[in-house]
């Protein structure tokens, strides 16, 4: 059967069909979808680790026990994940085991670019990276076969667009596997020095013969173009744009391996032609490896660069000197740049830090967006968890000059996922520091996934919740407040009362999402016109609901969820 599918529902077909049973991930636009999707399907126990270290760690102790097994992450997932990564290169799998990568060119939803394919090469690791929803299916399953063949994790590459375009998609039933059985071997499984230099030589020869597959895998194609002025070495989604921009006028040596790569294959193919380009997003990963193996007509780099996503207006452009034409509006449209939504509880918070002229170390997830106009409140975001470390570093530079007026602001589930050892560091090394987390009851940035603190799992199940109150203290700290950011005055309070402390303290902004499905609204507010006197103090909250019409604040009543931030924050009582 034939169905049209996203990327990533089509990469957890590929995992239901190849009898994969266990997922375990951490959320991270643009790979969230493959685990949630998994997780439909009952032959698969699939979860939400607090963070991609753990979730790799669980995906490898089942291979080991003989299951086919999943763990999924963004590009910078991969960086926390490493640590295990690197090492189970080296002891190899039982059941096959697979890994999603899903890097994001061009940054639509992360802190940078990066090119996953460093991190294949490093660890010594294969990788594929499929081109269309019905790749990412096929090249899964493969992936799961030459995983228990050469006894090695696989990476699986996703991109963006990737992973949230559709294409179609063959279905087949699921290939039910018995578990492998376990037998208990130190010398692969036991990486103390002795043993980890014996595998080290089992990674190098399994390289060499992952070499040879490369030379004549089906994953590595060329086609030919009898008119083809050039040749292309690409790969991904570059592939799709290639086939459309170019045509016949260039034959495609796609790469579906892209770790290792195949070393004649490609000096075969660029033997045919005097000039060969390669199209790759980001690094020069494919064009370096050419140049290594005595291709020297090579380019590629040179034309497009290392930044952003490729597309198929940029390879006409710039390979055939074809401009696209496009109709323009002649109406300037206003850019509209992300917000909190209507009703966010995060708004209430920052305001009160801007109005108090706090430095705020910030973190990853919606919160980041405190740093827009009007509220300008985020001073640094780095990566996650990285709020409550760089906050005890700079408070211990400047010492009491900063203690009372700098923060740390972290979400409940980046706090699970790696604020809890930044704050551990506090309370051991005595820092005077004020970290607030903001608790709104869910995974918010990524689509509202559960985490160790909401009390259900990824199946919606109830499940241990984390006290955030009771942790805070058990790590050492004594001074724990919560406050609702609806409440600005009390808010505002308890900051203050909070850094005037000389010592390290926890506030817990708690509210819910205000997008979460359970959560009841208000009825939306009205400004009184009689009222208003246009002092625009209603606007500084930077709330999408409220406009200014004529000179006076009005509040979209399609979006306003009657929070009462602007009521509270409105001098004249216009507000009702």
């Not at 290792?260 to 790759?280: C, G, N, S």
């Amino acid at each position: 059967m034939k169905k049209l599918m996203l990327g990533n529902a089509a990469f957890a077909r590929g995992l239901y069909e190849a009898g994969c049973r266990v997922v375990s991930s951490y959320p991270g636009t643009p790979s969230t979808e493959i685990t949630e999707e998994a997780a439909k399907y009952d032959e698969i126990y699939a979860e939400w680790a607090p963070n991609e270290k753990v979730a790799m760690e669980t995906a490898l102790g089942a291979s080991i026990a003989g299951a086919r097994s999943f763990c999924g992450m963004k590009h910078v997932g991969l960086n926390v994940a490493a640590d295990p990564l690197y090492t189970a290169s080296y002891t190899g799998v039982n059941g096959g085991m697979v890994i999603a990568v899903a890097d994001d060119q061009g940054m639509h939803s992360s802190q940078n670019e990066q090119d996953s394919r460093h991190h294949a090469i490093a660890s010594k690791v294969p990788m594929l990276e499929p081109s269309d929803s019905g790749e990412c299916l096929e090249f899964v399953k493969l992936a799961f076969e030459l995983s228990e063949e050469y006894d090695t994790p696989f990476i699986v590459r996703m991109s963006t667009r990737v992973a949230h375009s559709q294409s179609i998609v063959e279905l087949s039933e699921r290939d039910e596997r018995a578990l492998k059985p376990y037998e208990k071997n130190p010398q692969k499984y036991v990486m103390m020095p002795a043993f980890a230099k014996g595998r080290h030589v089992v990674v190098e020869e399994r390289t060499r013969k992952l070499i040879g597959y490369a030379e004549s895998s089906p994953l590595n194609r060329t086609e030919i173009s009898d008119t083809a002025e050039f040749g292309v070495i690409t790969n991904g989604a570059a592939y799709q744009y290639v086939k459309e921009a170019l045509g016949s006028r260039a034959s495609v040596l796609k790469l579906g391996m892209v770790n290792p790569m195949p070393v004649k294959l490609i000096q075969d193919f660029a033997a045919k032609y005097d000039r060969i380009i390669v199209i790759e997003e980001l690094d020069g990963i494919i064009e370096e490896h050419c140049r290594n193996i005595g291709v020297t007509n090579v380019e590629g780099k040179n034309i497009f660069g290392y930044i952003g996503e490729i597309n198929q207006a940029i390879i006409a452009e710039k390979l055939l000197g074809k401009k696209n034409d496009f109709t323009a509006l002649d109406e300037n449209i206003p850019v509209r740049p992300p917000v909190m939504c209507a009703g966010c509880p995060h708004r209430g918070l920052f305001y009160c830090l801007k109005k108090l002229g706090v430095t705020v170390s910030g973190d990853i997830g919606c919160y980041t967006l405190g740093a827009a106009a009007p509220l300008n409140a985020v001073d640094t975001t780095i990566c996650m968890g990285a709020s409550i470390s760089g906050l005890h570093g700079f408070n211990k530079v400047l010492g009491s000059e900063s203690e009372h007026r700098t923060v740390a602001v972290i979400g409940d589930s980046t706090f699970m996922h790696s604020g809890m050892t930044g704050l551990v560091n506090i309370a051991y090394n005595n820092s005077n520091s004020t970290v607030i987390i903001l608790d709104n009851s869910i995974t918010g940035m990524t689509g509202h996934q559960q985490n160790p603190t909401t009390g259900k799992n990824l199946k919606g199940d109830p499940a241990a919740a984390v006290n955030l109150e009771e942790l805070c203290r058990a790590i050492g700290i004594k001074r724990v407040r919560v406050t609702d950011p609806y409440h600005l005055a009390e808010t505002e309070a308890v900051i203050k009362e909070e850094l005037a402390a000389d010592e390290a303290s926890v506030i817990i902004s708690r509210r819910p999402c205000a997008l979460l499905k359970y959560v009841k609204h208000n009825p939306p507010l009205a400004v009184s016109q009689d009222k208003c006197v246009g002092c625009k103090a209603c606007m500084k909250l930077g709330c999408p609901a409220i406009s200014i019409r004529d000179r006076k604040a009005v509040i979209d009543h399609t979006q306003c969820v009657g929070c009462g931030i602007c009521q509270e924050q409105c001098r004249f009582g216009a507000i009702n």
